[in-house]
Every structure is written in C-alpha cells, then in structure tokens.
C-alpha cells in the first residue's frame, strides 16, 4: 500500500484532513498537520484496512536553518499487514504556545508518552496535552535543550546541586578531626 | 464488639539506582501498601551518555564504535542495524557471504545477551548458580568476538560496506567448538529452571502483559511473542536473506514471566539452528566487503603499489565518504525486540541525525503499568524478565 492510497483512506475517515505523501527510500511517509495528527492516528489504528496496532518510535530531527525548523517522526508498525508508515509533522515555532504545537497521541497508543518526553527534553518541542512533560534523560535543572543543532557541542558544565555546600575549608577539616577522634584510632 | 481501628498507611521505597537487580541505574519509587504495590515510577536518564548528539559530529564510519555501546550486551545488533541503515541510503547490496557472516555475528549475539539475561534473571529469582554457569558460556563468545576483532565486548567488525576484514584462521573451528557444546549446557539450564517449581511459583501468573498492551506500548519483541504475537522482523520483513534459514519463532500465549522465559529460552535453539546453517555457508576464505570503492578502501597491497589505491585510501580515511541525502529507517530482530535505527542524511560526509530505537526504552517505559497491584517481591522477576539494559534505555 503506497503513501496515495493511505492519504485517500484517511481523507475519508478525517473531516478536512490535508496530508502530503513524502519522499522515501524504504516505506511510505505522510506529512500530516498538527491539529489533524490525534484523528489521523485513531484512525490509522482503528480502520480495518489499515490497522497500525503496534507503536514504533517516536523522534524530532532538528533541520536548522531550514524553516519550519524541526520535524516530528513517528514510525508505525501494522502487525497485521506487514507494512510500515512514517508519519512527519512539520513545526514551524518550537516554543510557540503553552498548549503546545503538537497533541500529544498518547491516547491512542500509550507508548508514546516517553517518546515525546524526550523529544521535549531534547529538543524544546512542547506536545500539548501531555500530562507530564518532563525531563527524561537530562537533569531536572539543565538548560537548554541538547539535541538542537545550535546547542554548542563542547561545553564545560559543573554539576549543579540544589543545595550548595556550606562547609568551609577549615569546618570541613575539623569535622574530619572530630570523626576520626571518635572513631578512636586517633 | 467494636472493632478496633486500624491504621494503614503507604510506603514510599526507593528502589535503586544502586540496587543491583535493576540490571544498571535504574531507580522505582514504589507505594506500598503492606506488599503491594499501589503505585510506581521510574526514573531514568543516570546513563545519558549523549550518544546521538555525538554522532552526530563524527563521520559515518566513525558512528559504529559510538553506536555499539549504546546497548552494551548486544553491540553487534546496533552496529548491524545502523549500518545496514546507511547501506540502504548508499544503495548498496552486501555480497553474500557478508550477509551470511553477518547474520552468523547476529545470532552469536543475541545468544550472548540471552545468557546474561538468562543468567541475571535466575540469581534475581534465587538461583545464584544460574549466573556462573551462563557467563561461563558467554566467555566462549567473547573469546569469538576477541577472535574476529581483538575487542571482545565492542567488536567494531561490522562495518558499513561489509565486514572489517577477513575471518581469522581458526574461525570455524571455534565457533562449530561452540555449537557442539552448547545445546548439552542450554539442556543443563533448563533442568535448573525450567520445572523448578520454586521458579515456576515466582515466575508463572506474575507480570502479565496482554498482547493489545504490548503493542500500544510498544513491546514489539520477546514480550509480544510470549503474549501471543508472531511478529519477528526476521520472518516479516526478511533482511539479510533470513528468508532462506530454516528456523521457528517460539511464541506463548500467557504473557507472564515465565511465558517470557521460554520463550527466550526456544528463541536461543532457533539461533544455534540458525548459527548451524551460517557456518556451513561461509567459506573460510572469500569477499569480506562490497566493491563500492567510494565507501570500502582498497585491499592492503594494492595500496603499496598503486598511485590510485593509496590516494583512494587516503581519501577514505581522512575525509570519510557522503551519504545522499534523505532518511531511512532500518529494523532487525535484536535479543530485546525491534532494534530499529533511523538515520537522516544532508548529503555530507556526516550523519545529520542518528536515532536508534531502543527496546529497552519502551519496556522501562511499560514497566510501572505492569508491577502495579503485582507485590514488591515481584518487581525483580519483571525487571529480569523484560530484560532491560539502561545503557540502550538512556544512549
């Protein structure tokens, strides 16, 4: 089933659904917009004729300078038929709105939940309605968003720690003093 | 009578990171209620290497030693899958014998990742011997990779293009050593678990996924085969001439962590089948790349002796090679389910973005939904029986 096919069946099934078959060396790719991408999953899920059951990856890749900057890319998997699909959905302003430039499609297979959470984490993309857009693999506290291409590869951080040390030099010592007096072996 | 009131409050556990059946750095907070678990979280991200962002500023070639120590215990599947990923962006086709060696190198490796899992489960569950017996195997195959490549953990073999360089002498001779000793070790193993009824206790009915669950969450794999799923990306969608091997996809419909285990346990006699019919195909001595030579440097003695092949040589080693542009996405059947790579190329001499699909990622990810209601001391066997690898979950 060729990327045409699929974007006549699911214009039947998505009232006002615009997609664009995109070029691809292996298995179909659809461009699909943002406010059509939770209708479009259901129903590439739930159409007997299509039926991609099982949820593959979710990622981002990051094509600065290039406008719109960045591309989600799902990867979906119908066990059923043996085919895959690709799924991109351009984005134009990463950080535009607090509800989020792409829905989240962890209502229709759950796997995703992590997925967009590192793609957030990684490259600043907000999904919205995602119930726990958080740092994944980075520290809570990191700055900056790693996996974008202007993020600077080579950079020295210290670790940060929510709670400095407030020991000085000579309490430091003494407390080793203490302990090792105490210890006895003095 | 009254009764009297009893006070009930949850606890709150840290497991991990340091816990040592987390298989890494894994870390759960679990709620407990007495034994149960009410609710559970798990952190992850204390492996983040950055791998991705790395590749990123390296040349293609250059990925492959990165790549393979994303999933640690299966190095081999990364490099496989990334580089027959920028093979199909290149448009080239392997020889034969490479295919064969390749999907030797393959089935090698997941029944070295399969012995540490078998071997980290059973000591997770009380059988401690379990270990020394499986990494006593597992030695063998390290010698393999020691052989083929001097490293044992992170061969580096697989290259794109092809392989490295040629089998070693005593190739076949060690690895038919191996396939002949085994299946009487892989019998031992079973007549330590497999009818244990200590095992079976711990095992059976515990850590149920159904098979809708699996594929929603993304469990495409062991855990779905052992759920009723037959989906294996080496029968459904053939790479390296697996259509023409003559193995079986063990499946089991309970989807607990024992359904789990044997199926594991089946899928390591489908490899030594599959392993079998490899060694007989490949000959000792033959091509070990393709001809491509904008990407394979020309043979060692060509290069003492042509103006061309040195200049070729040069060329490869100092600028690297380019990729057209455009982007592929290329899955194989890895020990811990779908191992997929997804590589997009601009048309330079490095990739543009490297993303792996780790397995280990999506059941870490699964794993909270399925010990919920489930009791503490059956966390560990879930762990172990999803076989989890945080360097492959965090890259």
């Known amino acids: 089933m060729d990327a045409a096919t699929i974007i006549d069946t699911l214009k039947t099934l998505v009232p006002g659904g615009q997609y664009e078959a995109g070029a691809s060396i292996d298995f179909p790719t659809i461009y699909v917009l943002p406010e059509h991408l939770v209708g479009t999953c259901l129903a590439l899920r739930d159409e007997p004729s299509l039926r991609y059951e099982a949820f593959i990856e979710a990622t981002a890749v990051d094509y600065l300078p290039r406008v719109p900057r960045f591309e989600v890319v799902y990867h979906l998997l119908s066990v059923q038929y043996r085919r895959r699909l690709r799924l991109k959905v351009r984005v134009l302003n990463a950080a535009a709105a607090d509800a989020g430039v792409v829905p989240t499609i962890q209502g229709v297979w759950r796997g995703a939940g992590w997925p967009e959470r590192e793609v957030w984490d990684m490259f600043g993309i907000v999904f919205g309605g995602h119930p726990d857009l958080r740092r994944l693999l980075m520290p809570e506290d990191w700055e900056g968003h790693p996996a974008r291409k202007d993020y600077p590869v080579q950079i020295q951080k210290s670790a940060q720690t929510y709670s400095p040390l407030e020991v000085s030099q000579d309490q430091f010592r003494a407390n080793l003093e203490r302990d090792r007096v105490k210890r006895g072996r003095g | ?395």
């Open chain 2, 1 to 395: 009578m009254s009764t009297p009131e009893i006070r009930t409050e949850t606890m709150t556990v840290n497991m991990g990171p340091q816990h040592p059946s987390t298989h890494g750095v894994l870390r759960l907070v679990l709620e407990l209620d007495g034994e149960v678990i009410q609710s559970a979280a798990s952190t992850i991200g204390y492996l983040h290497t950055g791998i991705e962002k790395t590749a990123e500023q390296k040349k293609w070639q250059q990925v492959i030693p990165l790549v393979e120590r994303m999933d640690y215990l299966a190095a081999q599947s990364n490099s496989l899958s990334y580089a027959m990923c920028v093979e199909k962006l290149l448009g080239l086709e392997m020889p034969q014998r490479v295919k064969d060696i390749r999907v030797l190198l393959a089935e090698l490796q997941r029944l070295a990742s399969h012995l540490i899992w078998l071997g980290t489960h059973g000591m997770e569950i009380g059988a401690v011997s379990m270990l020394f017996y499986a990494v006593r195997e597992r030695e063998l195959l390290l010698n393999i990779n020691e052989l083929i490549a001097g490293f044992r953990f992170f061969p580096s073999y697989i290259r794109i293009g092809g392989l490295r360089e040629d089998l070693p002498r005593a190739f076949h001779e060690t690895v038919i050593a191996f396939l002949d000793r085994f299946p009487a070790k892989m019998d031992e193993f079973e007549g330590l678990l497999t009818k244990n009824d200590i095992f079976r206790r711990r095992t059976e009915g515990v850590g149920v996924v159904s098979l809708e669950d699996a594929y929603s969450w993304g469990l495409v794999g062991p855990i779905a085969r052992a759920a009723g799923s037959d989906y294996d990306v080496r029968k459904y969608f053939p790479y390296l001439g697996y259509e023409t091997y003559d193995f079986k996809v063990p499946t089991a419909t309970e989807g607990d962590v024992y359904a789990r285990y044997r199926v594991r346990i089946a899928e390591m006699r489908e490899s030594i089948k599959i392993c079998r019919q490899a060694i007989d195909r490949i000959t000792p001595i033959g091509t070990y790349a393709c001809d491509d030579t904008r990407v394979v440097p020309p043979p060692k003695d060509r290069v003492y002796s042509e103006m061309e092949a040195l200049i070729q040589h040069f060329l490869i080693y100092s600028q690297g090679f380019t990729v057209p542009a455009g982007d592929a996405y290329v899955p194989i059947e890895g020990p811990r389910g779908e191992h997929g790579c997804y590589v997009v190329s601009d048309g330079t001499n490095r990739p543009w973005r490297v993303k792996m699909r780790p397995p280990s990622f999506m059941a870490i990810q699964a794993l909270p939904s399925i010990i919920q209601g489930g009791l503490i001391a059956d966390v560990v066997a879930v762990i172990g029986s999803n076989d989890v690898v945080m360097g492959d979950c965090d890259r």
